[in-house]
């Protein structure tokens, strides 16, 4: 749905007043039922985190680089902690790897979007050192994804299983789940990594990413641009109504757990409208340890980078904390942390900017849902390696010919080896 319908919806009619108790209510339920378990790894070499139960069950696990910060969002309880070293890549902890066995874990009050001095005030907990192995038992783990999908049911549906784009988890109904309930979203169905044929290890993986109030489905058309014989198409999905730091978090840790299983040569990330946003920070993400190294095209469509004017002004007039329409305001720290840095060079960037469908509810000139000024903020411009206007609006761009010629364009002049020209 376009941001101009949206926002009108959640202002001005009773139905999306009730969404937005809805959301209200969730937000605060999120804060008063769930915690962070939050760390750092001190370590030189990539660990995996594994977070236990009290009983020394694991509930889930994170990729993380050396240096790099982690979080698990859990719901109020005891857990514990265990990095190890996986020095052979068998997602098993063996005798004689190093490890850390942190009991209990610390927790830390929720925070839904904290700022930079809350994350930098994470690193002061559950710091893990992964040590030799001392002989000293610790609870046996197993994070093969066989072992994995029969213990953890949503793992198994959600995480690179083949699905297709009638599946019912895209239907309208969950969307709009997903942008005014995302709490029921998570607990119900869940942040998902999909495939839409059976994972084969010689093809380049093409994550796409949808927008705000949307679902993979969106991508219906332009995925049958994209060559089946070089390329395996992923779909990401997640609640658009939910912190957009989150979603990217959770979307780069899947990547790493990708590579790290199957070690593609290379990775892509395809978005439309605020899915770019996401994207971006995913890149962001994925730099320490230089797990960014495969990742080589970000092909974006219709990405309001300046965020939107709407999302300021329901902020400003609904007395309800919404977390998107927070990272959304122009201006804001989600945004301004977007563009504090360059991604690396070898990472290619396309963007594609819907210019047609001008709404006149919208100050400036709009593709009738994102402000062009907002497609073409100066900071992405700059980075952009090819910038091409399509003449479409915010939605017909994701079923445009000329979009799926310029996808084609974008995979097809990759270099045959690496991601740069040279590499």
């Known amino acids: 749905m376009q941001w ?4 009108l919806l959640a202002l001005l009619t009773p139905l999306s007043a009730c969404n937005l108790l809805h959301l209200d209510k969730q937000m605060q339920q999120v804060e008063r039922d769930l915690m962070l378990v939050p760390g750092r790894l001190h370590s030189e070499q990539t660990a995996l985190v594994v977070l236990l139960d009290e009983r020394g069950e694991a509930l889930g696990y994170r990729v993380v680089a050396p240096g790099a910060l982690f979080y698990f969002s859990v719901e109020r309880g005891d857990y514990q902690l265990l990095a190890f070293v996986d020095s052979n890549v068998n997602f098993r902890l063996d005798p004689g790897e190093p490890r850390h066995w942190r009991v209990p874990a610390q927790t830390v009050a929720m925070r839904l979007q904290p700022s930079a001095e809350q994350r930098a005030a994470f690193t002061e907990h559950n710091v893990l050192s992964p040590q030799p192995d001392t002989g000293v038992a610790v609870p046996a783990t197993d ?8 213990e953890h049911p949503r793992l198994r549906h959600n995480y690179l299983q083949v699905v297709d784009f009638d599946d019912p988890r895209f239907d309208q109904t969950r969307i709009q789940q997903g942008a005014w309930r995302p709490l029921d979203f ?27 109030n949307d679902s993979p489905r969106s991508w219906r058309e332009l ?10 198409v992923l779909l990401y999905q997640y609640p658009s109504g939910s912190p957009l730091n989150n979603s990217a978090y959770l979307l780069s840790e899947a990547l790493r757990d990708l590579q790290l299983r199957y070690a593609p040569k290379r990775l892509h990330l395809v978005a439309h409208s605020m899915g770019g946003l996401v994207a971006r920070r995913t890149a962001q993400l994925l730099r320490p340890g230089a797990g960014d190294q495969r990742l080589c095209l970000l092909l974006t469509l219709a990405t309001p980078w300046g965020g939107h004017p709407s999302a300021a002004t329901g902020a400003a007039r609904v007395p309800v904390d919404v977390p998107v329409w927070r990272d959304m305001t122009p201006g804001s720290p989600f945004l301004r942390e977007l563009f504090a840095d360059p991604l690396p060079t070898h990472i290619r ?53 000329r979009s799926q010629a310029l996808l084609r364009q974008a995979l097809d002049s990759l270099p045959e080896a690496g991601c740069a020209s040279g590499q």
């Not at 001008?358 to 000024?373: F, K, Q, T, Y």
Request: charged share 20%.
């Open 4 to 7: 101009r319908r949206w926002l």
């Open 223 to 232: 995925a049958a641009a994209i060559d089946p014989q070089r390329f395996q």
């Open 349 to 401: 960037q396309w963007q594609l900017v819907a210019y047609t469908g001008n709404n006149r509810m919208i100050v400036e000139p709009n593709d009738g849902s994102v402000p062009l000024a907002s497609q073409l903020l100066p900071a992405a411009q700059d980075e952009t390696d090819r910038l091409y206007l399509v003449e479409e609006n915010h939605t017909g761009i994701m079923r445009s010919a």
């Open 186 to 212: 998570v607990r119900e169905i869940g942040y998902g990594l999909y495939l839409l044929r059976p994972w084969q290890d010689d093809l380049e993986p093409v994550i796409l990413i949808h927008g705000i």
């Open 143 to 150: 994070l093969s994804l066989g072992r994995l999908y029969r």
